[in-house]
């Protein structure tokens, strides 16, 4: 069993639509982060989260440490959003990094 | 503002060659990682260091070797490249949760491997 889940796996969604990626985990963590990865790219971190909500432009991530769940939002969505999604955590017992599966995201202009 | 250096983003290299991928980071960090990302399996734990001189292994160590001589280095060997080796790999720093307050995590950009 994958100790980080992202739902879903694929999406794609039209110009201006607001765009919803979820992570669930079954380990106690320090903290999480969404990252972005553009095809063929890097990987660029989004938000660092241990609580609560951060909002950064059009993106909003938020945490709930009691279900262990984190969302990311995309408001307005643009096709330059397509890209693959990644959520991390970090785990509060070694510190390890461990990685969501992604989830790809396309955007129809 | 790079805090997280991989030394390049694309090489190509040929089967049984040995191969150094570098990661550099400047935050004093003690915890460091080397993954590798395939389709459908996503980034997967191949080395971490908590340490200088420090190494454990993580879920695929099988084909590498790492090494940490000073604390901002942390470097990742593969003895004899292979084809099954072609991907992309990712370090990651971290500060130690026990000394640290700041659990944030910081990327390289990635080293895209083909051996060919």
């Known amino acids: 069993k994958n100790e980080v889940e992202q739902s879903p796996q694929n999406l794609t969604a039209q110009e201006g639509e607001f765009i919803t990626i979820n992570c669930s985990y079954s380990v106690g963590i320090s903290a999480l982060h969404w990252l972005q990865q553009h095809p063929g790219g890097g990987i660029v971190s989004l938000f660092m989260l241990s609580s609560g909500k951060k909002k950064h432009g059009r993106l909003i991530a938020t945490i709930n440490i009691q279900e262990k769940h984190s969302s990311l939002h995309i408001t307005a969505s643009h096709p330059r959003d397509s890209a693959v999604y990644i959520c991390?955590?970090?785990?509060?017992?070694?510190?390890?990094?461990?990685f969501g599966k992604g989830t790809r995201l396309h955007i129809l202009p | 503002d790079v805090k997280v250096t991989q030394s390049s983003r694309y090489l190509v290299k040929r089967t049984g060659e040995k191969v150094f991928l570098e990661c550099v980071q400047d935050m004093d960090h003690e915890n460091m990682f080397w993954y590798r990302q395939d389709p459908g399996l996503g980034l997967r734990l191949i080395y971490f260091s908590y340490d200088v001189k420090m190494k454990e292994k993580g879920d695929i160590p099988e084909g590498y070797s790492v090494s940490r001589e000073k604390k901002e280095r942390f470097s990742l060997i593969l003895e004899s490249a292979s084809t099954n080796q072609t991907s992309m790999y990712l370090c990651a720093s971290s500060l130690c949760q026990v000394t640290g307050s700041d659990t944030e995590a910081f990327f390289g950009q990635g080293t895209r491997l083909t051996v060919v």
């Open positions: 991390a955590v970090i785990m509060n017992r070694d510190d390890k990094i461990i």
